[in-house]
């Protein structure tokens, strides 16, 4: 635990540090980025050896004037894999930054950046390795607060300011609803905020308490995470950040929420099928209409908060398995299901921050945020165009990458439970692998189209012009590519950590050994074969440029243009006709709308086509009812007339209230004051023998 202290006193330097070097901001954008990199790697070393077991799990209380709790940090196995995460993915993306924000020193406040990243950074750390429920509310709110104002960083913006602050209100929602009311039942159960004590706090057999508790949980930390229908505030909030932040919150700070449900897992009794079957499918809804949301989207940092949404349905669907097996003591579907969901957070964390970074590169380069105008980067800069294919192919779990990985033991876990003889639970299984495959084909489809439309082809606006991404936010990106490539060539020892994290989670005794290697071992000849493949492709590749040279060539014939001796880049596929049928086939869910404009006269000058996708959450849902609201608030403006005389009324009338409600509860209360003699009271508060004014009593 002392690293974990040291680490969050680097960040806190780091944070101070920027701000006292306003005034030299090269200086400052170093000692802040420094300070997140030696933070990172403190985290990475850390939870390596807490998940290989050389370290065991370790507790640190400080005691503080806070009248409630205490500064307790602990670290064990979940704690520790969520650790590895945010080191993994801060440090990149700060070495990222260097060449990012060096860029705009002078235009922008860049010290107020760094010094927000580092807090976000400390923030995320303090909330895994937190022991009490005040020090996690601190880093939560922490987490919150600096995250949105990374987002509003570009304040003048009007799409800024309503990405950022739709963030803060979602996740204060959140907060409010599911996060406070799940450790007030918990405190209220043990009489104490320390997380210690919280395993068995419920009793097994009032399953409905825990089931309560548990949706809380899943509506307070699912809106943090991205779940469907508390979505709303990623594809607001991630587009309109600056690229290092966007890739940070979509590896790092939604995964947060996935610590905190699995965390409160650890804390509940084993909970009914009912709900696992709820879980599966809130998780199958997620992830099947996030990735039809990304397919049409013509932003490409907007598909990418879409496809994050997708990506942590896929981890819910994980875990939703894992309680399946809990409630049907099945232990391999507990194991593949936590352990598959786990290693999809770390898989998400590195090809999502990857991805991102690389958009934010061609942002960076373009000033161009919609795919339509964009096309040919590869041929200016080929390098960020290899890194983002390779982040591209992990995200569709294409092998021989990460993203297959964590998603066969998925895939592995649903056929087993489709196997069993549970009706409830093979039926569940059945539909989360048709989901999961129809996800993957989604997402390859959307992909595909997302990179064959930005970097091959040609130009489509003559304005833009593209240039080679500088060298350190190539250094970030491939830090994070290395580790897509790192996790699939040792799947089979991530098997051993993996086990550690499962500890706490899962049922106390279980060995998951045995099971991942069973499951894991097949990956090396899918692996060998996946690579024998590139192979062959990249020896044809070889073959055919070497064709080029002069001795060789052969006579070449102009391919048909269809009547059009020159052709031009309008010609090419757009990222709608791409996709165009494909969201046909699912208008019943998406309820696409065609604009046209129709040709009109003998020479048409006006003629247009363009689509739009409405987030049913958004359309159907929030906007009706925040109308509803309002109009109930301006019903209620007659009481609103600007004198602090009434204000002041209103404030002397709901304390009278309060105080009524009070009064009329006191004699339900179990310590009620008629039921303590005052003497007996001042008798047992005074020591023995004390004297009271001078003078002993009789």
């Not at 106390?508 to 290697?517: H, N, S, T, W």
């Not at 064709?547 to 060539?553: H, K, Q, T, Y």
Request: a positive charge.
């Amino acid at each position: 635990m002392i690293a974990v202290a040291l680490s969050l006193a680097i960040l806190g330097c780091g944070a101070l540090g920027s701000i006292v070097l306003a005034r030299r901001p090269h200086a400052a954008l170093f000692v802040s980025l420094a300070s997140i990199v030696l933070a990172g790697i403190i985290c990475c070393a850390t939870a390596v050896r807490t998940l290989l077991g050389a370290a065991s799990p370790e507790t640190l209380s400080v005691s503080w004037p806070l009248p409630i709790g205490s500064a307790t940090l602990a670290l064990d196995g979940l704690s520790a894999w969520f650790l590895l995460v945010i080191g993994a993915v801060s440090t990149a993306v700060a070495v990222y930054c260097w060449d990012y924000f060096r860029a705009s020193i002078g235009h922008e406040a860049i010290w107020a950046a760094t010094a927000l990243l580092n807090i976000l950074v400390a923030a995320m750390v303090l909330t895994v390795c937190a022991g009490d429920v005040v020090l996690f509310m601190v880093g939560w709110e922490l987490m919150s607060l600096s995250a949105f104002l990374l987002v509003g960083f570009h304040h003048r913006d009007a799409r800024t300011r309503h990405g950022a602050w739709m963030y803060l209100i979602a996740t204060h929602l959140g907060t409010a609803f599911g996060v406070l009311p799940v450790f007030g039942a918990f405190t209220a159960a043990t009489g104490s905020t320390a997380f210690a004590g919280f395993a068995g706090a419920f009793d097994p057999s009032r399953a409905a308490i825990g089931a309560i508790v548990f949706f809380l949980g899943l509506v307070g930390f699912g809106t943090k995470a991205g779940l469907m229908p508390m979505h709303v505030w990623l594809p607001e909030a991630h587009p309109v950040a600056p690229s290092p932040v966007s890739a940070l919150m979509s590896a790092v700070v939604i995964k947060m929420g996935v610590y905190g449900l699995l965390r409160l897992i650890t804390w509940l009794p084993p909970l009914s099928r009912a709900c696992a079957v709820a879980v599966v499918a809130i998780a199958v809804i997620t992830g099947v209409m996030a990735i039809l949301y990304a397919l049409a989207q013509r932003q490409y940092k907007r598909m990418l908060a879409y496809s994050s949404v997708e990506n942590i349905g896929i981890i819910i669907l994980g875990i939703g398995l894992g309680m399946l097996g809990r409630a049907t003591h099945q232990p391999i579907l507990t194991t593949l299901g936590f352990g598959g969901a786990l290693l999809h957070v770390l898989n998400h964390a590195l090809f999502k921050g990857l991805l991102f970074l690389s958009a934010g590169a061609v942002l960076r380069a373009t000033r161009v945020d919609n795919v339509e105008r964009l096309g040919g980067i590869a041929r200016s800069d080929p390098v960020n165009a290899g890194l983002f294919a390779l982040g591209c192919a992990a995200i569709c779990g294409l092998p021989p990458l990460n993203g297959f990985v964590g998603e066969f033991l998925i895939y592995a876990g649903l056929l087993h439970g489709a196997a069993l003889n549970s009706l409830l639970v093979a039926a569940s299984a059945l539909v989360g692998v048709a989901a999961l495959a129809l996800i993957g084909g989604l997402a390859l489809a959307g992909f595909s189209k997302l990179y064959g439309v930005m970097f091959l082809g040609e130009p489509r606006d003559a304005q833009v012009r593209a240039h080679a991404t500088p060298p350190f936010m190539l250094a970030g990106m491939a830090m994070l590519a290395l580790g897509c490539i790192a996790i699939a060539v040792g799947a089979r020892p991530l098997g051993g950590a993996l086990s550690v994290p499962l500890a706490v989670i899962a049922a106390p005794g279980l060995d998951p050994r045995a099971y991942f290697d069973a499951v894991l071992s097949p990956l090396a000849w899918v692996s060998i074969m996946s690579l024998l493949a590139l192979g062959a492709a990249g020896a044809l590749v070889a073959l055919r440029r070497r064709s080029d040279r002069p001795e060789l060539a052969v006579e070449r014939q102009s391919t048909w243009g269809c009547g059009y001796s020159a052709p031009t880049a309008r010609m090419q596929y757009t990222g709608s006709s791409y996709v165009w049928k494909l969201a046909q086939g699912f208008r019943s869910l998406l309820r696409p709308r065609r604009l046209v404009t129709q040709p009109e006269g003998v020479f048409a000058t006006q003629v247009s086509l363009k689509t739009e996708t409405a987030d049913a959450a958004i359309a159907l849902g929030y906007q009706p009812t925040f109308r509803a609201v309002a109009r109930v608030c301006e019903r209620l403006w007659p009481l609103q007339r600007g004198r602090i005389q009434q204000y002041l009324m209103y404030i002397v009338a709901t304390l009278l209230i309060v105080f009524a409600v009070e009064a009329w509860l006191a004699p339900f209360s179990n310590e009620s004051p008629s039921k303590v003699q005052p003497d007996t009271a001042l008798r047992s508060s005074a020591p023995e023998g004390s004297q009271s004014g001078g003078n002993r009593s009789p």
